[in-house]
């Protein structure tokens, strides 16, 4: 069993910052890429950035040269750096780890979502 914990959000300003971090813990054979996915209201999850265990990245669109995705594998933790932020990136935010539970067999888990408002 994997456990994913997310820290909190929060409210802030446009043109703010915020950093969110995702902690996974469990016996497995490895975790493999991390990832952060956001939600509003009555619009499906999408996909906000990714890293890979060797650390490479990839982001969305809408995201890209405001939003860094970093990992930190000897703690098995993901981070979201998230600047000049607009009202549109608030939503609930999830971040996603990917684990090989075996050599052959993966699993994926999610944590609980957290909030981000951005408004003033």
């Known amino acids: 069993q994997v456990q994913v914990v997310e820290s909190e959000g929060g409210l802030v300003q446009p043109g703010g910052s915020l950093r969110l971090s995702c902690a996974a813990s469990?016996?497995?054979?490895?975790?493999?890429?991390m990832a952060w996915y956001r939600q509003t209201p009555g619009k499906e999850r999408e996909l906000v950035a990714t890293?890979?265990?060797?650390?490479?990245?990839n982001y969305a669109d809408s995201v890209k040269g405001r939003f860094t995705i970093s990992r930190d594998n000897a703690k098995n933790t993901v981070s979201l750096q998230m600047n000049s932020l607009k009202p549109e990136d608030a939503a609930v935010y999830y971040c996603k780890i990917i684990v090989r539970i075996t050599p052959t067999r993966t699993g994926q888990y999610w944590g609980q979502g957290t909030q981000v408002t951005v408004s003033s």
């Open positions: 469990g016996t497995v054979f490895s975790f493999d890429a």
């Open positions: 890293i890979t265990s060797g650390g490479n990245t």
